[in-house]
């Protein structure tokens, strides 16, 4: 998944013990490689990078999705398939925020500012490379405009420029949009499913904490 749905599985304010560490664990941990990179954070910023981490592997291992990607590389993308699907996820996430955000009363907008409020105030703790990103997702607003085709194009053409040998992320938004419904299916059919086991993983982990 793409930097939306991993905020928005990052849980509530009103409702996760350590709201805003797991919020900057998760966002960091696109960074953060090694055991000795995770355990220079401390312990609640730890849980929200393994629960990146377990997001990754849940959303690549689950066959809704493989059946996403495996469309996705039948229309010309390779190996890059799975990151056209993550940022068209976003898409269908952004699009439809109320339908899919734990408070439909607020809207899009808002959550974007709020974490980029969030994410600016302790941009000390986040790995170099992703102060840099966060300083054009917060001027640009990625967030937000994920919910619109142009942003979806923009999003991967911008990656089609950094990736090396990844020209052909500039055709990813055309090839998901040509096909939206199967991939809007799709989507509908896993989110419930990636919510429930980020649910269990996230008070197995709080459960294991209080033991330790």
Partial sequence: MNFLAHLLLSGSPA???DYADIVVGNFAAEAVRGRAALEAYPAAVQRGIRLHRFIDSFTDAHPLVRRTTARLRAAGLGKWAGVVSDVGFDHLLARDFSRYHHDPTE???AFAERHYSLLHARRQELPERLQQTLHYMRRDNWLSAYAHPYGLERALLGLSRRAPSGAVLATGAAAFLAELPAYEADFREFW???Q????AESSDSRLKSTMQ
């Fill in 107 to 109: 809207p899009l907008a």
């Fill in 15 to 17: 409702t996760t013990p």
């Fill in 196 to 199: 429930e086991a980020v649910q």
């Fill in 192 to 194: 419930p499913e990636l």
